[in-house]
Every structure is written in structure tokens, then in C-alpha cells.
């Protein structure tokens, strides 16, 4: 069983490297971003109420988020395994995410930080936006967005990182030579541990 969370600032590729690494493992990968842009679109009541924080490059409300987070972790198709992609953004959601895992009697075993320089975080958005034709992803939502995760999102890998969790990859370059140096710094890391 293998719980992993992915982590990183906006454009540094966490979703096509949460299903590369997911897929390595035979886990599901867990986006809460594919979550909020489903309900957004299905005109759900929690999507309207998400759409006005995603609309303006906001986060959605943490009691937002951990619920859906939580009714998702306890589906059975995440019993063997999972990884976390969005989730947690912020100290308090570590706190939230620790506790619904620990009344499952589970915790996480790794999270993965990719790590990329700002000008190429930026120049990946804009393609992806041409090439998506996402209207989230203008250059002053992805600013908001990324000054978002350095004043907040820090804070997460900052609490991981004492507790001796994070695997630091080197986010930039191709998306395929970045995936082989995370499944290596990941299969490293829970090498190590097992030893431990």
C-alpha cells in the first residue's frame, strides 16, 4: 500500500506527473482540481459556490474542500493506495487530512514536491491555456495563483519537510525525464524507509 501526495506551484505539472507516478505504483491518482472543474461544469450547488473562488485564481474555502476530500478518501478503490494531487494547500488541511487518514487507520508515506523556476511555471500556463482553451489560466489568474502557493501552500511542504516526508524533483525540462527522476526519488525514499 502506498499513500503519496504530489505538491507543487501552479504549471509545474502535477497532474500529468500524478498519473505517470500513480500508474508506476497502481494507485489512483486524486485530483481535487479535476473534482472542482467537474462540479463547476455540472452546475452542482458546491461547484457554484467553488466557481466564485476559481473564477478569481482564489482557493476554494478549506470546509469545501476537506469535504470533498473526505468523502473521496472512503471510497474502496483508495483502500490499497492513493495520490493526493491539490490537496492539502494549506497547514490547516494537513491538520484535516491527518485525521481523516488516522480514523481510517492509515497515513501518508511520501509527498513528492516538484520544484521549477517562476518564468517557466508561467510559459507552461499559457501554453496549456492555448492548447486547453482554459479561461482560468490568464496570466493575472496564474500570478494570483502562484503567489497563493508561495504565501500559503509553503506552509505544507514546510510541515511535510519537518516531519522528514518531502522528495524534492527537479520539476523542469520534459515531462518524461521529469516523471523518471520522481518514481526513482520515490522508490529511493520508501526504500529507505523500510530499512529504517
Known amino acids: 500500500m502506498t499513500r503519496l501526495l504530489i505538491i507543487g506551484p501552479p504549471?509545474?505539472?502535477?497532474?500529468?506527473?500524478?498519473?505517470?507516478?500513480?500508474?508506476?505504483?497502481?494507485?489512483?491518482?486524486?485530483?481535487?482540481?479535476?473534482?472542482?472543474?467537474?462540479?463547476?461544469?455540472?452546475?452542482?450547488?458546491?461547484?457554484?459556490?467553488?466557481?466564485?473562488?476559481?473564477?478569481?485564481?482564489?482557493?476554494?474555502?478549506?470546509?469545501l474542500t476537506n469535504a470533498l476530500v473526505k468523502?473521496?478518501?472512503?471510497?474502496?478503490?483508495?483502500?490499497?493506495?492513493?495520490?493526493?494531487?491539490g490537496y492539502p494547500r494549506t497547514a490547516p488541511q494537513v491538520t484535516e487530512l491527518d485525521n481523516m487518514l488516522a480514523s481510517q487507520g492509515q497515513r501518508l508515506d511520501a509527498v513528492v514536491e516538484l520544484r521549477a523556476p517562476d518564468s517557466e511555471l508561467e510559459q507552461r500556463m499559457l501554453q496549456r491555456a492555448k492548447e486547453q482553451g482554459r479561461k482560468d489560466d490568464t496570466v493575472e489568474v496564474f500570478r494570483r495563483r502562484l503567489d497563493l502557493y508561495h504565501r500559503e501552500t509553503h506552509e505544507v511542504v514546510a510541515v511535510y519537510a519537518g516531519r522528514g516526508m518531502v522528495v524534492s524533483v527537479d520539476g523542469s525540462g520534459e515531462p518524461r525525464a521529469i516523471t523518471e527522476r520522481a518514481?526513482?526519488?520515490?522508490e529511493k525514499f520508501l526504500a529507505a524507509g523500510v530499512a529504517r
Do not use: C, W
Request: zero cysteines.
Open 71 to 85: 468523502d473521496r478518501l472512503r471510497d474502496s478503490d483508495l483502500q490499497p493506495g492513493f495520490l493526493l494531487d
Open 11 to 63: 504549471g509545474s505539472g502535477k497532474g500529468t506527473q500524478a498519473v505517470h507516478i500513480a500508474r508506476h505504483f497502481s494507485i489512483p491518482a486524486v485530483s481535487t482540481g479535476e473534482i472542482f472543474r467537474t462540479n463547476v461544469s455540472q452546475e452542482t450547488p458546491l461547484g457554484m459556490e467553488a466557481a466564485r473562488y476559481l473564477h478569481d485564481g482564489a482557493f476554494v474555502p478549506d470546509h
Open 183 to 186: 518514481i526513482a526519488a520515490v
